[in-house]
């Protein structure tokens, strides 16, 4: 669940969130069948099954445990910087611009492994693996199908630490690499983005995109050995969060449809387009193939 305090002033929450959900949000928009793999705590918001319903999204794979389900607290200033609150004991916190390794929060002290994933999930299409800890991100990874199209964003702490032949293994089945920017900087402190993909540009075997927020994204198309910028869809931002795993599923999307690296990070742009028009997942509810597919136009005729 989701608690955002906008730069304006305004909170919203507790909300339906998680990066799975908004990855899976972020694929429905291009009319994909998408479920979620997930650890399902005590205490969601009122509705939140009729709510994945409404957007499509199916449940076998949210496996329920007797803990409270995981809070964020985000905040953003004005440039849409953000920091989050991570859990104590004590309840109160602190704040810091990403989770670490460990926040002492118990569903966080629990792993996914391949026996969670559903049989029938097994041979999908496509999966996107959220951020979680390498030994989970591994697992998930095995438990798919060889020919499963796969996408992968990191934790900023396996950025960090990770070895450059620890993030080659875990990437060698992965079709496309998508760290956000906050979590390259992890790894390259002192890095512009577009040098920071230069380094990692070999890691994925299509492309390694970095999503930098309201600029877009960069991309590394491996196979044509070019590098693009691909431009943010222009909307009123009311909640950042989520558009990053939003932006996964989108390109996930285009990847299993075979729509070409540019046709495939521009879908991304749009399904982030959609989820930060309005608090939580509504936005990304309301979004109409036609819209949809006027921005897609508008990201193709401006790529770099």
């Not at 499509?56 to 964020?72: C, K, Q, R, Y």
């Not at 966080?108 to 391949?114: E, F, K």
């Not at 798919?144 to 796969?150: C, I, K, S, W, Y």
């Not at 989520?242 to 390109?251: L, P, S, V, W, Y």
Request: net charge negative.
């Amino acid at each position: 669940m989701d608690i955002v305090h906008s730069a304006d002033g305004t909170t919203r929450g507790q909300q339906l969130g998680g990066n799975a959900i908004y990855a899976a949000a972020g694929a429905r928009i291009w009319n994909l069948r998408t479920g979620v793999v997930a650890l399902r705590g005590t205490g969601l918001p009122v509705g939140w099954d009729k709510l994945l319903t409404d957007l499509g999204i199916d449940t076998e794979g949210l496996i329920p445990v007797d803990v409270p389900a995981s809070v964020t607290e985000f905040f953003y200033s004005a440039d849409e910087e953000r920091t989050q609150r991570v859990w104590s004991h004590a309840g109160t916190g602190a704040a810091v611009p990403h989770l670490p390794a460990e926040t002492g929060e118990p569903i966080r002290r629990l792993r996914l492994s391949a026996d969670h994933v559903p049989e029938r999930y097994r041979h999908a299409r496509g999966a996107h693996v959220g951020p979680a800890h390498g030994d989970a991100q591994r697992a998930l990874i095995k438990a798919f199908a060889p020919d499963t199209v796969l996408t992968l964003d990191p934790y900023p702490y396996l950025m960090a630490e990770a070895t450059d032949e620890e993030l080659r293994l875990l990437l060698e089945p992965v079709a496309a690499f998508l760290p956000s920017h906050e979590e390259v900087r992890a790894r390259f402190p002192d890095l512009a983005p577009e040098d920071a993909l230069d380094r990692l540009a070999g890691f994925a075997r299509v492309a390694t995109v970095i999503k930098v927020g309201r600029r877009g994204a960069l991309v590394y198309d491996r196979a044509a050995g070019r590098r693009h910028a691909i431009p943010a869809v222009p909307v009123a931002v009311i909640d950042p969060t989520g558009a990053g795993d939003a932006f996964c599923g989108g390109m996930l999307a285009g990847l299993v449809e075979a729509r070409g690296v540019l046709e495939t990070v521009a879908r991304g742009a749009v399904s982030a387009s959609f989820a930060v028009e309005d608090f939580g997942l509504g936005a990304i509810l309301r979004a109409m193939p036609a819209e949809r597919d006027r921005r897609l136009r508008w990201v193709l005729e401006r790529v770099q």
